[in-house]
């Protein structure tokens, strides 16, 4: 075990449901990263935050909403997906976002299936 | 924009022989290259990086090269083994930002031959 845990690990929801994926560290870690992986497509960074503060959110849909009240916890909101947002979504913690502390320690990851 | 580019997207190796991956960045102020592996139904994990003022690094059958000049970077896997099988993940994060800019290739999957 890594150290950081997801859930779900799978989900199905309607377009209209609303849902969240959460993710905990328990590694000490500073900095926390939500990343969509879909099939034959590159690892895409969704958002950071490091000490609980959003720095980076690479034109993610209002769809997706990210919340993170403490370096240790981090949430996705899901609202009115659509199916091309089906996609394995990865956690990931650094112990910061600078010098020797990018190594990301990721999660095993929520399915997420939109129908 | 900025950007990694990953060949091949797959490969096939016979047990014992060699594998070569290659990443090519395109943002010339990137200083940190990390590989990561992925086995099926697994997590990525770090398993080598390379930061820009070293060309090579070696840690046992796995070794990275760096080409700053030409921009990109290689992973060698020697001796494969049935274990290696996995996806491969390169990236580039510039040294002017953060973390933030965490680029990925978009991954060699690669198959050892028994």
């Known amino acids: 075990e890594t150290g950081v845990t997801q859930t779900p690990r799978h989900l199905v929801m309607g377009m209209t449901n609303k849902k969240s994926l959460k993710c905990e560290q328990h590694l000490g870690h500073n900095a926390m990263y939500w990343y969509k992986q879909s099939a034959k497509k590159p690892l895409e960074l969704m958002f950071v935050?490091?000490?609980?503060?959003?720095?980076e959110n690479n034109s993610v849909p209002s769809r997706f909403s990210p919340e993170c009240p403490n370096s240790s916890h981090l949430f996705l909101h899901l609202h009115t997906l659509q199916p091309e947002d089906s996609a394995l979504y990865l956690c990931?913690?650094?112990?910061?976002?600078?010098?020797?502390?990018?190594?990301?320690?990721f999660g095993p990851g929520t399915r997420l299936t939109v129908t | 924009g900025e950007n990694v580019e990953q060949h091949p997207s797959t490969l096939s190796v016979q047990e014992g022989d060699s594998a070569v991956i290659k990443c090519t960045y395109s943002?010339?102020?990137?200083?940190?290259f990390p590989w990561y592996k992925q086995e099926l139904g697994k997590r990525p994990q770090l398993i080598i990086d390379?930061?820009?003022?070293?060309g090579e690094k070696k840690d046992q059958r796995i070794a990275v090269t760096l080409n700053k000049t030409a921009k990109h970077f290689s992973l060698h896997i020697t001796e494969t083994q049935p274990e290696d099988s996995a996806v491969y993940f390169c990236a580039a994060i510039p040294s002017y930002s953060s973390a933030s800019k965490i680029i990925f290739g978009s991954g060699t999957r690669l198959s050892i031959r028994p």
């Open positions: 935050y490091n000490f609980k503060e959003q720095t």
């Open positions: 990931a913690s650094s112990p910061g976002t600078s010098g020797t502390s990018y190594e990301q320690y």
């Open positions: 943002d010339s102020a990137s200083n940190y």
């Open positions: 390379i930061r820009s003022n070293v």
